[in-house]
């Protein structure tokens, strides 16, 4: 147990060691921070974000009346849909009727409670609902895929070139210099 602990101790103190060290220019290389971040757009307003919160906050809290109003004074956003289907069917919410529901599946089939949505509306009484879309479960392939190389470029020298140096730019991620590489030759490629 001891020798356990001393191996933790000591594999511990040499990640510590290496993660503290300070970065040189040479730990850069050659690629190119000089590109943007990418970002996510923000899909809800803050007005929105809060809206959003408050309607949860009143479902969880069983406010049902205030998680109404609060969705009715909404208007339209991206989710409305899905917050009006959880008042609906949230435990103890009071009765949905088909009125209530069959305009959310109108508008909304691809809800993750469309089904369950439909189930309640059936037993309502409603007799025509929307179209929902299809379950479709995944299945197994039988096997792990096979990654196979690419086929021999012998015959040709400008392809030959290309697979000794391009192999290099993707290990070391640099999809645009393997590009250029490409682009360089292309002219000269067979179309084999």
Not at 130 to 151: E, I, K, N
Not at 152 to 175: C, E, F, H, M, Q
């Amino acid at each position: 147990m001891n020798k356990r602990i001393s191996l933790f101790l000591s594999a511990s103190a040499a990640l510590a060691a290496v993660t503290s060290s300070p970065a040189t220019a040479a730990d850069v290389g050659d690629r190119d921070f000089g590109a943007a971040q990418q970002t996510v757009p923000d899909i809800l307003s803050a007005r929105q974000k809060q809206l959003y919160t408050q309607v949860l906050a009143a479902i969880r809290s069983q406010r049902w009346a205030e998680a109404k109003a609060l969705l009715d004074d909404a208007g339209s956003g991206p989710l409305n849909d899905f917050l009006r289907a959880e008042l609906l069917l949230a435990a103890n919410s009071p009765r949905a009727e088909v009125s209530d529901i069959l305009p959310i599946l109108a508008r909304s089939p691809g809800l993750p409670q469309a089904e369950q949505l439909g189930r309640l509306a059936t037993k309502r009484g409603a007799a025509d609902l929307p179209v929902l879309p299809p379950q479709t479960r995944l299945a197994w392939a039988g096997s792990a895929p096979r990654r196979v190389g690419a086929d021999s470029v012998a015959g040709d020298p400008a392809a030959a070139s290309l697979a000794r140096t391009i192999p290099d730019r993707i290990k070391n991620d640099d999809p645009a210099g393997a590009e250029v590489l490409l682009n360089a030759v292309i002219d000269k490629l067979s179309p084999d």
